[in-house]
């Protein structure tokens, strides 16, 4: 199972990006996606995350600015960013909660990422 992200780019304060993320391969069942980012010389934080039902949760630095959605049925995940800013720089990774049957049908879940993409926002 692969993830491919797209979307980034440069913009300046104020303006608008969307991120794409669709995964494609063998597919269990994807059980939640989400959105990562980390800026130079900083850890990797969770931006975005939406599960299988539908339940949102957003880091407090983008609530309101940012909008997380998801096409079921394409196993993919969106992120609207608007009113972007300079301190919203830093390379967006899309992240799958996917669930199967391992070998001897126990139950596996693991965390797939996407290949990263940048984020630039001028002042």
């Known amino acids: 199972v692969q993830l491919q992200a797209s979307g980034g780019g440069a913009v300046q304060a104020g303006g608008s990006l969307r991120l794409s993320c669709a995964a494609s391969?063998?597919?269990?069942?994807?059980?939640?996606m989400g959105w990562y980012r980390q800026a130079p010389g900083k850890q990797r934080e969770l931006v975005a995350d939406?599960?299988?039902?539908?339940?949102?949760n957003y880091a407090a630095s983008v609530k309101g600015r940012f909008t997380i959605s998801t096409d079921g049925a394409k196993n993919a995940v969106y992120l609207q960013m608007n009113s972007l800013k300079p301190e919203d720089t830093a390379v967006y990774y899309c992240?799958?909660?996917?669930?199967?049957?391992?070998?001897?049908?126990?139950?596996?879940?693991?965390?797939?990422w996407g290949q990263g993409t940048q984020v630039t926002v001028s002042s």
């Open positions: 992240a799958a909660d996917h669930y199967y049957k391992g070998p001897d049908y126990n139950d596996v879940v693991e965390k797939l």
């Open positions: 391969g063998s597919i269990g069942t994807i059980t939640g």
């Open positions: 939406i599960t299988r039902g539908g339940m949102r």
